[in-house]
């Protein structure tokens, strides 16, 4: 994970602390038949869900901040534009955030989080919960490490 990576990776947290979590579905959209099916169900507490409209929510939320990232016109929820070229979104994930392929479809799937050593969500998840898994994710992967002290930092 490049430095430019991480800094994406840490954007994207805030950015998802900073949603309503109506607006929020962590599981699967496929298509519009799917979209709109999704939009009409409610989270457990009885609050409607409106899905972002693409897989995996937290990955849909990108177009909302990222400049390389946008929606497509005419592809199903499985894929999005990086670069302007529909990519699967996983492959998004993996590019923007310098993350294995497997890693990201781990991470930004429901119920499959396990296979990272971190807690599982399911789909009907807060936004502020995906951040605090991606935090997790940060924190036990890609930890910052200390800068050696320079010779003149040094104290005696």
């Known amino acids: ?11 994207h947290i805030a950015h998802l602390r900073q949603l309503d979590p109506g607006t929020f579905w962590f599981g699967w959209v496929y298509d519009e038949d799917e979209q709109r099916a999704t939009s009409s169900m409610q989270h457990s507490d009885g609050s409607p869900l409106n899905s972002c409209g693409t897989v995996g929510c937290a990955i849909g939320h990108l177009p909302g901040w990222h400049p390389r990232v946008s929606y497509p016109t005419d592809t199903g929820g ?7 070229v529909a ?44 951040a605090d ?18 010779p003149d930092q040094t104290t005696i």
Not at 1 to 11: G, L, N
Not at 111 to 121: E, P
């Open 133 to 150: 898994l991606m935090q997790a994710y940060l924190d036990r992967y890609h930890p910052l490490v200390p800068a050696e002290p320079t």
């Open 78 to 84: 499985m894929y999005m534009l990086l670069d302007g």
């Open 1 to 11: 994970m490049t430095t430019q990576q991480r800094a994406d990776f840490e954007r």
């Open 87 to 130: 990519v699967y979104w996983a492959d998004i994930a993996a590019e923007l955030f310098g993350m294995d392929y497997k890693a990201a479809l781990n991470l930004f799937s429901p119920n499959q989080q396990d296979a990272l050593g971190l807690k599982t969500l399911s789909c009907d998840v807060l936004p502020s919960e995906v």
